[in-house]
Structures are given as C-alpha cells and as structure tokens.
C-alpha cells in the first residue's frame, strides 16, 4: 500500500503585519472604498493575504475600473476630462485616457498650497556632512515657479528637451520639476558619467537647455567636472542656454547663465496643461547592442502610477519621510521624486553611500527622521559583513519600512535586516525596471514577509512566469512578463519611428505580451522569486548599461581584439562581473593594460561599470550568426551544466567552450537553480 505524498509544510514568514497596521493602512483603506464605489472585493476580516489576493485580481480583470478608482481616490486633477480609462488594450500602443489633459509638476507641488504646509519641508538635502538643510513647500514652489518663467524666456515650449548633468541636489528636483511645469521634456544623467556615456544618451534628444555643475563631492573628495562640460557643450549644438550650478564655488564659465539669478524672485509657478501621454522625461536603458534605449514616459502614466506605488504600495502619506540611496542616473532618482505627489518630504542624499563609514545610511535615517528607508540590497549585504548593528547604535524608531531594490536581496539579508535593524520591520525586497520606472512586485503593507521572498506583484500588474512556449508557470522558474498594460509603460522610444525597436525590445519573444529580461518564480502562495537577468544587461546597484557600451569603448584599444562581459548574479546576493579579452597578436595582459582597460571604462562610461576581473582567453564564442555568447556564457558561470547552457552546434567555435566551462568551475559555486 502506497501513501500520497503529502504537500510541503509552508514557511513560517519572518514578518507579519499587525492588526492595528493593517487596519490603519492606505490600501486597506482603498480597498473598503472602492468595494463601496467602484465593485471591488472588500478586505477579508482576519486574512490580509486572501483580501489583497482578491483586490490584485480584481485590478487586473477590471483594469479600467481599478485605474479609475486610483484617479479618484488620489484627486487626480484633469483640467479637460478624458473620454475613457483605457481605449486600447493591445501591447505595445496601450492608449490610456484619451482626451485628458493634466500636469505632473501641478500635482507633485498642490501641498505646498495648503496654507497649513507651506512651511513644511518638502525636500531634506543632505550631503557627506549628513546636516539636513530644508526646502519649505513654499519655497520649492516659488523656485519651480521662477525657474519655469525663465524657461519661458529663454524660448522653450512643451515637447523642448531640457537635460541636467547634476548629482542628486535640491536644484535637480527644481529643474525637473520647471521642465515639467513647462510642458517641456526633462532628461538627467550623474555627473560620475563620463562625457561619452553622457553624449551617447543627450545627443540622441538634442537637448535645448543643459543644467551642469563645476564637479561634485564624493567619498570626501571634490570631483571637479569643468573640462566635461566643456566638452558636453561643444558636442551638444542644439543647447540654446547652459545654466551653471556651483556646488564647488566656480565662477560661471563664460556663455553660460547663473543658477541663483534664475531662480531668485519668488514667482507662483504657471502649469502648461499636456495630454496624458505627452512626454515627461526621457530615461535610458541599455540594451546588448547600440546606443542605449531613450525611454519616453508620459505625464499622466507616470503620475498614476507613482501614486499607486507610493501611496497605496509603500504607505506613504503627507509629512511622512520618505528616503531612497540614488543618483539621478538612475530612474529611482525619478521615483524618489515623486514622493512629493502623496505629500511625502522627500530625503534627497549627494554623496557616497558608505562615507565616513558604512554605517553612514543609517545615520542618515536617524538625522532625517525616514519612515521608508530605500537603499540597494548590495549595501545590506555590506552592512552585514561589516558587522554593522544600526538598531543598537542608531535611532530608527521613525521606519516603517526597510525597502531594497537594484538586485534580488539575499535570504542572509532579509535575516540581517529582522536581527539588525527591528524584528517588528516590514522589509520590502522590490523589483521592476527603468522601462515602467515603479515596480512590478514588491511592497504590500498587509501581508507577510518570507524570506528571499517579494511580497506581490503590484496592483493593476498582471505579472506571470511563463515558459518558453507562453505556459504560464507557478513554483517553476519562467520568463518575467506583464500580460496587460501598465500606464507607465513608454510612451514610445526616441528617434524610433515606427517603433521597431521597441517592440523587439519587449515584445520579440511573446508578440504582444511584455517579457522583461528577468528569470522569477510566481510561488502558490502569490510571492515572487527574482533570480536576476535572463538577457545580458550589465544591472550593477541597479544602474543598467549595455554590454555594447563596454565593447565600443574597450575595443578601441589598439592591444584588445575582442571582449566579452557579463554580469553574473551569485548565489549569495554577490555580483561578478569579469571582461573577458581576446588579445591583439603580440599583446600581453600586463598590470599596465589592465589599468589602461579599467580606467577607460571608468573615464568614459561609468565608475560602477569597472569590472572586478579582466581575464584573458583565447577567442569569444558567437552564435553562427555573429552575436556574442553571453547569455549562455553567463549561465554557465551561474553553475549551469554546458549542454544545458547551450547547444554546441549553434556556436562559431565550439571549441572554446570548454575554455569558459574552466572558469565557472574555477571561480563560481555550481547553483544549478539559477536558471535552469
């Protein structure tokens, strides 16, 4: 007699919400309204997870009734009314509110209205010296104003481009915001960007205004940035106007404007009312070949969203603070930002994450009373090896939420995090992507944590696992996809006419249904697993450049044949990222080229982007057509078995192989899970 097998004992969770938290959430509360208003299933007493079960259903089966409740619930505000929620459903192309018209900027400055709040801060800015210096809401608003009258002036009109080479400052947030109120078009890249990157993203935009500073600090050195933007300014011929930020006190250059002259007279600031879908910035995403991605997001996508996220998602409300470890090159500078549209006091940091110690976000925390603490899952892990306690020697009793995004957080820092920081702490491991700037999955206030585990996928995001035929997929790994649209999904991509490359971007694997580039597990409980990326994207802190990025600026040496770069994603929340060179005949991998390879990459493109190892071979493997192997590469680097990375009769040289199989067994831990 034989006996079933009997169903694994489900993990206990790490946390779980209180009765009292989940009561007293925003999305408990929304859910009780939109049952009442708009036919959503209420929360159920008692079980948090099958109510936000049921509501995520409903999101997405009724996806115009959901975005209509989230318009309604966060007074979104159309000047002229839209016709419908959603007049075309079909990927990519989604038509979203047609016939709205509104503004971003109106939105993220209405509390500095409220005469009760002008005086409150809107934005703490802190730097390596972590004293927190306060913008009022009613001084952001009079410099947005001033600045966007001055705009004006200078002759830019809604769809103009306006670019800033900035850190992440107050005048960042302002020129952002005045764009927006212009009608005009923001883009931003960090000043640790060399001038290549920088003009491989602001050439294809032709920006028409440029925001600079003289340098930046960083790692309690000044970094001084003059012959950069020099050089930005000669490359970029469509600029009308350079306005000059002096963060290290450099007298403006000659031909360019001063910062405080435009932004001195306190002026209420005047919205240009756009269409939902007219451009609001352009952000970059680097794919494995070409110029990187210019990523157009619309106004009203962006700010439905966002508040969604923020409000509903991350809990956050008016006075709440709200802090996030970023650099305006990244998009989580563009979400952090938008705190300001639930009311939130956003922390605004410039400066190395771990200056004077590693310690140093967390004293930060304590400084500017946060209530959701955003930082990379690379500085947890950090923490945690550097024996840092921040419950015992910091003051953290003002967050709510300890929130982790640029890579999956590993089991050992969610464990970090319980024993560390608070066992009474709701840890938010999010996950989604500068192409949609929010998250796919993430935060939810109600439900419980598990280990190694991201809570839910988000309201109104129809996210499934699905295997290589379009089988959807739970407790297996699968390809990450989005089955309906998201409001914030692009626009459209710059300089892409009929919208071929956006569609291969997203779309080449399962016509009309969005494939990511991640590997996830859906598990039966309705958590997700991120196991990294199933393309070749360099996500490094997550700031994603392209591998071609690397290839273009490496192979101009005159000693380096061929590369080959990959990011790989550890078992252990670790990530390696080895360059591989093929060597021009009579070369030789000395100290000296290895500093050269290093230090152009740095110099040209970007100091995260420095690989931890250079490693001769004797060839780069391509598939027959041409294309460099790096997918296969990668996973066997990821301790997946050769046959099962790749099929050898698809290779140009299958021969090297075994070259590449060497390496992983050297220098990796065989984790066969990782995209098996």
């Known amino acids: 007699m034989t006996t079933a097998p009997q169903p694994a004992t489900p993990p206990e969770p790490l946390w779980r919400p209180g009765e009292d938290r989940v009561a007293g959430a925003q999305i408990t509360r929304f859910q009780q309204w939109a049952a009442q208003r708009y036919g959503a299933p209420g929360p159920v007493p008692g079980d948090p997870a099958?109510?936000?079960?049921?509501?995520?259903?409903?999101?997405?089966?009724?996806?115009?009734?959901?975005?209509?409740?989230?318009?309604?619930?966060?007074?979104?505000?159309?000047?002229?009314?839209?016709?419908?929620?959603?007049?075309?459903?079909?990927?990519?192309?989604?038509?979203?509110?047609?016939?709205?018209?509104?503004?971003?900027?109106?939105?993220?400055?209405?509390?500095?209205?409220?005469?009760?709040?002008?005086?409150?801060?809107?934005?703490?800015?802190?730097?390596?010296?972590?004293?927190?210096?306060?913008?009022?809401?009613?001084?952001?608003?009079?410099?947005?104003?001033?600045?966007?009258?001055?705009?004006?002036?200078?002759?830019?009109?809604?769809?103009?481009?306006?670019?800033?080479?900035?850190?992440?400052?107050?005048?960042?947030?302002?020129?952002?915001?005045?764009?927006?109120?212009?009608?005009?078009?923001?883009?931003?890249?960090?000043?640790?960007?060399?001038?290549?990157?920088?003009?491989?993203?602001?050439?294809?935009?032709?920006?028409?205004?440029?925001?600079?500073?003289?340098?930046?600090?960083?790692?309690?050195?000044?970094?001084?940035?003059?012959?950069?933007?020099?050089?930005?300014?000669?490359?970029?011929?469509?600029?009308?106007?350079?306005?000059?930020?002096?963060?290290?006190?450099?007298?403006?250059?000659?031909?360019?404007?001063?910062?405080?002259?435009?932004?001195?007279?306190?002026?209420?600031?005047?919205?240009?009312?756009?269409?939902?879908?007219?451009?609001?910035?352009?952000?970059?995403?680097?794919?494995t070949t070409g110029l990187p991605k210019a990523i157009v997001q619309g106004h009203g996508g962006i700010l439905v969203e966002h508040l969604k996220q923020l409000g509903l998602h991350s809990d956050l409300g008016p006075g709440d603070r709200f802090f996030w470890y970023t650099s305006t090159g990244w998009m989580m500078w563009n979400f952090l930002v938008s705190g300001l549209l639930v009311g939130a006091t956003v922390v605004?940091?410039?400066?190395?994450?771990?200056?004077?110690?590693?310690?140093?976000?967390?004293?930060?925390?304590?400084?500017?009373?946060?209530?959701?603490?955003?930082?990379?899952?690379?500085?947890?892990?950090?923490?945690?090896?550097?024996?840092?306690?921040?419950?015992?020697?910091f003051d953290l009793s003002t967050i709510r939420c300890v929130a982790t995004t640029g890579s999956p957080l590993p089991p050992d820092g969610f464990r970090w995090i319980h024993d560390e920081v608070a066992e009474d702490m709701w840890i938010a491991s999010v996950s989604g992507g500068t192409d949609v700037c929010s998250c796919f999955a993430g935060a939810v206030p109600t439900l419980p944590v598990y280990i190694g585990e991201l809570q839910a996928p988000g309201l109104g995001t129809d996210l499934q696992a699905w295997d290589p035929q379009g089988k959807p997929l739970t407790d297996e790994v699968g390809e990450l996809v989005v089955n309906r649209p998201m409001p914030s999904m692009p626009v459209r991509f710059w300089n892409d006419p009929d919208g071929s490359r956006y569609r291969d971007s997203y779309f080449d694997m399962y016509p009309g249904v969005w494939r990511h580039g991640d590997w996830i597990t859906i598990t039966s409980r309705g958590s997700v697993v991120i196991h990294g990326r199933s393309d070749s994207t360099l996500n490094r802190q997550g700031v994603r450049m392209g591998s071609a990025d690397i290839y273009e600026a490496v192979e101009r040496l005159p000693e380096i044949r061929e590369t080959l770069v990959l990011g790989v994603e550890q078992p252990d929340g670790g990530y390696w990222m080895p360059l591989f060179v093929h060597l021009a005949e009579g070369a030789t991998l000395d100290d000296a080229l290895r500093d050269r390879i290093k230090r152009t990459i740095r110099e040209q493109l970007s100091p995260r982007h420095v690989p931890d190892e250079v490693i001769e071979v004797p060839g780069v493997p391509h598939t027959l057509t041409g294309k460099r192997l790096e997918v296969p590469v990668k996973r066997m680097m990821q301790g997946t078995a050769l046959e099962k990375a790749v099929n050898p009769g698809s290779v140009d040289n299958a021969g090297l192989l075994a070259f590449y199989e060497r390496i992983a067994r050297e220098r990796m831990p065989r984790n066969p899970s990782t995209g098996a």
């Not at 049921?54 to 959901?66: G, T």
């Not at 110690?357 to 209530?371: N, V």
């Not at 930082?375 to 892990?381: N, R």
């Open 348 to 393: 605004l940091y410039d400066g190395s994450p771990g200056h004077p110690d590693t310690a140093a976000q967390w004293r930060i925390a304590e400084r500017t009373g946060a209530k959701l603490f955003g930082t990379s899952a690379a500085y947890v892990m950090a923490c945690r090896k550097a024996d840092i306690h921040p419950g015992r020697d």
């Open 50 to 287: 099958a109510g936000y079960a049921a509501l995520h259903r409903w999101s997405v089966e009724e996806l115009e009734r959901f975005w209509q409740a989230v318009t309604d619930w966060f007074d979104v505000r159309f000047s002229t009314p839209y016709e419908t929620v959603l007049a075309d459903s079909a990927m990519p192309g989604a038509t979203w509110f047609p016939g709205a018209r509104l503004n971003y900027a109106e939105h993220a400055l209405r509390a500095g209205t409220d005469p009760a709040r002008a005086s409150e801060p809107a934005l703490l800015a802190v730097d390596e010296s972590q004293e927190p210096r306060p913008v009022s809401w009613a001084g952001l608003r009079h410099q947005v104003g001033s600045l966007a009258a001055a705009l004006r002036r200078l002759g830019v009109r809604p769809g103009d481009r306006v670019s800033g080479y900035l850190p992440n400052v107050p005048q960042a947030a302002v020129a952002f915001l005045a764009t927006a109120a212009v009608g005009a078009v923001w883009t931003s890249c960090a000043p640790d960007f060399g001038a290549r990157s920088v003009l491989d993203r602001f050439q294809q935009v032709e920006p028409v205004v440029l925001f600079t500073v003289d340098g930046y600090r960083y790692g309690g050195k000044e970094h001084d940035r003059t012959e950069t933007v020099a050089e930005l300014r000669r490359e970029l011929p469509t600029l009308r106007a350079v306005v000059h930020i002096p963060l290290l006190g450099t007298p403006a250059p000659e031909g360019t404007l001063e910062w405080d002259a435009l932004t001195a007279d306190p002026v209420e600031p005047d919205f240009e009312q756009v269409s939902f879908d007219h451009p609001l910035w352009v952000l970059y995403s680097s794919g």
